[in-house]
């Protein structure tokens, strides 16, 4: 549930901050049956759900259930996600940046710069994008570089944050 919901509108099934627990997860379930072999969830949309722990703790219980983990894509600036995951002892990764913040390719260039130094520094970066044709062609001329610079792609639950 972004903070502007219903003028900006995710789609069906939702999970809001109005809805009782049971509803949500009824919701998410409907959602995880969509598809198979996953690893996690993430918080693409929902600037307004992922700030509330008495909704977003009910979710996280049954991702800890199943093993599953959570990805804060960092929609919202007060989010819970990390701490709330972390007391609930549920796997999870943040964004480091939103690369396609400003969709040019200087701005993706100096984005995924940062990334590369980010993951130097400390070891670890995560990124998110939408496939933009101009991100792709960023990536394209980025991605053999990685190797010459000590930096190795790994999958996000890889990321995961003990």
Do not use: C
């Amino acid at each position: 549930e972004p903070f502007d919901y219903p003028r900006s509108d995710p789609g069906p099934n939702t999970l809001l901050t109005t809805l009782p627990n049971p509803d949500n997860l009824e919701r998410l379930y409907n959602h995880m049956r969509q598809a198979t072999g996953y690893v996690g969830v993430t918080t693409l949309s929902g600037s307004r759900f992922v700030t509330d722990p008495a909704k977003l703790g009910s979710v996280l219980d049954v991702l800890q259930r199943r093993g599953l983990m959570i990805f804060d894509a960092r929609v919202a600036p007060h989010s819970a996600v990390m701490d709330l995951a972390r007391n609930m002892h549920v796997p999870a990764v943040k964004s480091f940046n939103r690369i396609d913040q400003t969709p040019s390719p200087e701005a993706i260039q100096a984005s995924l710069a940062q990334l590369e130094k980010t993951a130097r520094l400390t070891g670890r970066a995560v990124g998110i994008s939408a496939p933009l044709p101009v991100v792709l062609d960023q990536l394209e001329t980025w991605l053999p570089t990685l190797q010459k610079h000590g930096v190795a792609l790994a999958p996000v639950s890889a990321m995961v944050e003990q």
